[in-house]
């Protein structure tokens, strides 16, 4: 579960490992690490086990028998899907999302989906449905949100890749947490068929251990679908030709200044930065010390009126398909504020704070234009202790705030559209990862991907390996003769 998903692949087709072996083999670790990481809300063992065993040796599909997983908020025909939330029930999908049809045309086998915050609101993966999923680094410790589920499974061998999204840094803050590699792809690269024509802050993507891997995942999910409302424009050669390429000199612009004023940086992740500024320094790149201009107060007010509808449409909808209006002991007290807020929020409001929104990144977007890329710390503090953020305590929007305060650094490239990738470069004393962001120009995926692979050659971090994957996990207990 630790070897790379192109390579599981090339094992299958060569006869070497079977895709039943292999499913299995996930299978197991899943069964056994689940009760003391609670990655999954479901897991598919039939299904699963039914389409390892119809890949035969030689099948050239790219992925063909490698086990992945899908966060439990994209739709999985004939499993659950429960965005996290009570109000969802135990609906089932009918249907396939466009990135899970394109997932199984590529060969991959689902085994199952994973846990998130309810709606995917938080920055940490604890849903009261469905209770907290533990970092596989210190089980004490949150994964991230809100693709956590996925992180944790990664980081922890169940998987050697999964699936997550990135509305706010909602892949890039469990990669950070988890010691893992997360793009967020430019605003538009992967299509959010059949349900949406777009989102302004969301992107799909995947939770993976190298460069490369990320690359080829998102050379398979890139791409336009019939309806979608605008798309990003084709890339001039694949995703994974450019991230082996050079990425030849560059100007990177490296800043530890935070967007929202309130925000506390600790000090480990900001000399993170500059240790990483050394490096590409070291590796010849042209290094400057800079201070954008996305410090200004009342810019995360700013961001929840934009995203709070946003994630409130999905409420709307279960609600709709529960034919009822939506009553508070149906969602947790944060979920439950932002709905009563959002509802406040009239039409022209919301679209203003959108239009303010755009203008905000427009403007970052002008002003980073003379550099190539831009680095940050990846996250402000290390993965906060579990219960830390709690969306269900007393007041649940002072803990929303004070997520924005853990992670502050993620959000602009959603406001922007951007490409940002997270990358696991260092390590805390004891072993928790320590992270670096990098923010690259529009549309420009390769030449971030190019850079960040340069990054990864040159300090390794793929062997790295979570404390609960070195330990031999105990057999998960036989059922019940009642069950």
Same mark, same amino acid.
């Given at each position: 579960?630790?070897?790379?998903?192109?390579?599981?692949?090339?094992?299958?087709?060569?006869?070497?490992?079977?895709?039943?072996?292999?499913?299995?083999?996930?299978?197991?670790?899943?069964?056994?690490?689940?009760?003391?990481?609670?990655?999954? @809300?479901?897991?598919?063992?039939?299904?699963?086990?039914?389409?390892?065993?119809?890949?035969?040796?030689? !099948?050239?599909?790219?992925?063909?028998?490698?086990?992945?997983?899908?966060?439990?908020?994209?739709?999985?025909?004939? =499993?659950?899907?429960?965005?996290?939330?009570?109000? =969802?029930?135990?609906? @089932?999908?009918?249907?396939?999302?466009?990135?899970?049809?394109?997932?199984?045309?590529?060969?991959?086998?689902?085994?199952?989906?994973?846990?998130?915050?309810?709606?995917?609101?938080? #920055?940490?993966?604890?849903?009261?449905?469905?209770?907290?999923?533990?970092?596989?680094?210190?089980?004490?410790?949150?994964?991230?949100?809100?693709?956590?589920?996925?992180?944790? %499974?990664?980081?922890?061998? =169940?998987?050697?890749?999964?699936?997550?999204?990135?509305?706010?840094?909602?892949?890039?803050?469990?990669?950070?947490?988890?010691?893992?590699?997360?793009?967020?792809?430019?605003?538009?690269?992967?299509?959010?068929?059949?349900?949406?024509?777009?989102?302004?802050?969301?992107?799909?993507?995947?939770?993976?251990?190298?460069?490369?891997?990320?690359?080829?995942?998102?050379?398979?999910?890139?791409? #336009?679908?019939?309806?979608?409302?605008?798309?990003?424009?084709?890339?001039?050669?694949?995703?994974? %030709?450019?991230?082996?390429?050079?990425?030849?000199?560059?100007?990177?612009?490296?800043?530890?200044?935070?967007?929202?004023?309130? %925000?506390?940086?600790?000090?480990?992740?900001?000399?993170?930065?500059?240790?990483?500024?050394?490096?590409?320094?070291?590796?010849?790149?042209?290094?400057?010390?800079?201070?954008?201009?996305?410090?200004?107060?009342?810019?995360?007010?700013?961001?929840?009126?934009?995203?709070?509808?946003?994630?409130?449409?999905?409420?709307?909808?279960?609600?709709?398909?529960?034919?009822?209006?939506?009553?508070?002991?149906?969602?947790?007290?944060?979920?439950?504020?932002?709905?009563?807020?959002?509802?406040?929020? +009239?039409?022209?409001?919301?679209?203003?704070?959108?239009?303010?929104?755009?203008?905000?990144?427009?403007?970052? @977007?002008?002003?980073?234009?003379?550099? !190539?890329?831009?680095?940050?710390?990846?996250?402000?503090?290390?993965?906060?202790?579990?219960?830390?953020? +709690?969306?269900?305590?007393? !007041?649940?929007?002072?803990?929303?705030?004070?997520?924005?305060?853990?992670?502050?650094?993620?959000?602009?490239?959603? @406001?922007?559209?951007?490409?940002?990738?997270?990358?696991?470069?260092?390590?805390?004393?004891?072993?928790?990862?320590?992270?670096?962001?990098?923010?690259?120009?529009?549309?420009?995926?390769?030449?971030?991907?190019?850079?960040?692979?340069?990054?990864?050659?040159?300090?390794?971090?793929?062997?790295?390996?979570?404390?609960? #994957?070195?330990?031999?996990?105990?057999? %998960?207990?036989?059922?019940?003769?009642?069950?």
């Amino acid at each position: 579960m630790f070897r790379p998903a192109g390579e599981l692949a090339r094992l299958v087709r060569s006869g070497e490992l079977s895709a039943l072996e292999l499913v299995q083999t996930s299978l197991e670790r899943i069964d056994a690490l689940q009760p003391s990481i609670n990655a999954f @809300v479901d897991v598919d063992h039939d299904g699963a086990l039914t389409a390892a065993a119809e890949i035969a040796a030689g !099948d050239e599909r790219p992925f063909a028998g490698v086990p992945i997983a899908l966060k439990n908020n994209r739709a999985v025909s004939g =499993m659950r899907l429960t965005i996290g939330a009570e109000l =969802m029930g135990d609906f @089932v999908a009918q249907h396939d999302h466009n990135v899970t049809r394109r997932l199984r045309a590529a060969g991959f086998v689902i085994v199952g989906t994973t846990a998130l915050p309810e709606w995917g609101i938080m #920055a940490v993966t604890e849903s009261r449905r469905f209770g907290p999923t533990c970092n596989p680094w210190d089980t004490a410790r949150t994964p991230g949100g809100s693709s956590g589920g996925s992180a944790a %499974a990664v980081a922890a061998g =169940m998987l050697p890749i999964a699936h997550g999204n990135d509305g706010g840094g909602s892949l890039r803050i469990p990669a950070a947490c988890c010691g893992l590699v997360a793009l967020k792809s430019q605003r538009g690269r992967v299509s959010h068929a059949p349900e949406v024509g777009e989102q302004f802050l969301t992107q799909d993507g995947v939770l993976t251990r190298t460069v490369a891997e990320t690359a080829a995942l998102l050379d398979l999910l890139a791409g #336009a679908e019939p309806g979608d409302a605008s798309w990003a424009p084709p890339p001039a050669e694949p995703f994974a %030709a450019s991230a082996a390429r050079d990425p030849g000199r560059l100007r990177i612009a490296v800043t530890t200044l935070m967007p929202l004023l309130e %925000a506390e940086l600790d000090p480990l992740c900001a000399q993170a930065a500059h240790d990483a500024a050394e490096l590409l320094a070291a590796l010849g790149h042209d290094v400057q010390e800079v201070q954008p201009p996305w410090r200004r107060p009342g810019l995360l007010d700013l961001f929840v009126a934009a995203f709070g509808p946003a994630i409130c449409v999905q409420v709307a909808v279960a609600g709709l398909r529960a034919e009822r209006e939506p009553e508070q002991h149906d969602m947790e007290p944060l979920s439950w504020e932002l709905w009563q807020r959002s509802k406040s929020i +009239d039409a022209v409001t919301a679209q203003l704070a959108t239009l303010q929104l755009q203008a905000f990144g427009r403007e970052i @977007v002008t002003w980073a234009q003379p550099y !190539d890329a831009i680095l940050t710390p990846a996250l402000a503090q290390p993965p906060v202790l579990t219960g830390e953020l +709690d969306p269900c305590g007393p !007041d649940p929007m002072e803990a929303f705030e004070r997520s924005g305060h853990f992670t502050p650094y993620t959000a602009v490239s959603n @406001v922007t559209g951007s490409p940002a990738i997270s990358l696991p470069l260092y390590e805390r004393p004891g072993g928790l990862p320590l992270a670096v962001q990098l923010i690259g120009r529009p549309a420009q995926e390769g030449a971030l991907l190019a850079l960040a692979a340069q990054i990864e050659a040159a300090q390794p971090w793929a062997r790295r390996r979570a404390p609960v #994957a070195l330990t031999p996990p105990r057999p %998960a207990p036989p059922p019940s003769p009642a069950a």
